[in-house]
């Protein structure tokens, strides 16, 4: 048969007799129409009947004080085990450059490689609110660029919000984002992308005037429009007086337990690090996960070194029969 026929052989309608068939064994159908032995996980949170996570959810948990968790995700299993944990915001942070494609930094990845990201995300998250990082050099051009970037985070990348670094500079910009309709997370205090105009990952608002420049940068990016700003290594003291002047949500990352919630890079927090690579100091290693998946990953070589996998259990069954037909056509030169 034919490529082409094969092809209209597959998507020819079914007979009446077929469909009677398929319909009385739903499994049987699944399996034939089973391309791949590779499935994708479905979201689970949105069966169990808790209601997604909104701007206005997230308001009200800053009115009661109640602490506001985030964690990032880069791709479809990340998010998913991040709302499956019950994450109210999920963040497709610009750290993707570093954790996940080995960039030196975050100022290396581009934008269509975030929205390449923030799409594999969107597919897992039908509860937790999205956030998408717009990368350096897709919005301090202008307010206009960081419009149209914004825009594309959002119907290319099917993100709720986008989140920018920059203080009282990029109020134009923000207002500019929020302005059109589209919720944005502030960052300001230590800001990644500039690290090398700071002099590297170092903690900011250590000194008076840089307080009061932080206080100033967070006044301005709330008076622009932000819905929330992400505070990052401040001092825990001088985070929680800037949590106390604004009225909207700050989420803190290395910057103490006062601000309104916490955001961590989820591959820190669970470990899928080598034991000698290096971790800020406000990182807490929840988990081991290299160690799991090293050991794992290595029984598995061993396993198939010494022929122990795949056993019976992995291996699908041939009729007798048509294996000693198979066998008696090869050694009669019908090949």
């Known amino acids: 048969m034919s490529r082409v026929s094969y092809l209209n052989h597959l998507t020819r309608p079914l007979s009446r007799s077929s469909r009677l068939t398929i319909s009385s064994s739903p499994n049987s159908l699944r399996q034939q129409l089973r391309w791949s032995s590779h499935s994708p996980a479905s979201p689970s949170l949105s069966a169990r009947g808790q209601k997604p996570v909104t701007i206005q959810t997230l308001q009200k948990m800053h009115a009661d004080n109640n602490p506001i968790t985030m964690l990032t995700a880069h791709n479809f299993p990340s998010a998913l085990m991040a709302q499956e944990a019950g994450m109210d915001m999920i963040l497709v942070g610009d750290s993707l450059a570093m954790v996940s494609l080995g960039m030196p930094d975050t100022s290396e990845v581009t934008l269509d490689e975030m929205i390449m990201s923030a799409r594999a995300v969107s597919r897992a998250v039908n509860r937790s609110f999205t956030v998408g990082d717009l990368p350096m050099g897709s919005y301090e051009i202008s307010p206009e660029q960081a419009l149209e970037s914004a825009i594309r985070m959002v119907k290319q990348g099917r993100m709720q919000s986008v989140k920018l670094e920059g203080g009282a500079e990029m109020a134009p910009a923000i207002k500019k984002i929020t302005t059109a309709g ?45 819905f929330a700003v992400v505070l990052e290594c401040v001092p825990s003291d001088i985070a929680g007086q800037v949590t106390n002047a604004l009225s909207i949500p700050t989420i803190g990352i290395g910057a103490g337990n006062q601000t309104s919630g916490q955001v961590l890079v989820q591959i820190d927090m669970i470990g899928i690090r080598p034991p000698d690579a290096f971790m800020p100091k406000f990182v807490k290693k929840y988990g081991s996960m290299w160690e799991m998946g090293l050991e794992a990953i290595s029984q598995y070589k061993q396993e198939v070194t010494d022929r122990s996998y795949p056993a019976a259990q992995h291996v699908y069954k041939s009729d007798a029969k048509v294996t000693e037909a198979f066998k008696n056509a090869i050694q009669s030169g019908q090949s």
Do not use: S
């Not at 800001?191 to 105009?197: D, G, L």
């Open 182 to 226: 589209i919720p944005l997370v502030a960052h300001i205090g230590l800001t990644p992308q500039r690290q090398h105009a700071l002099g590297g990952f170092r903690v900011q608002g250590n000194t008076l005037d840089k307080a009061m420049a932080l206080l100033k940068d967070a006044k301005a990016v709330q008076d622009a429009g932000a």
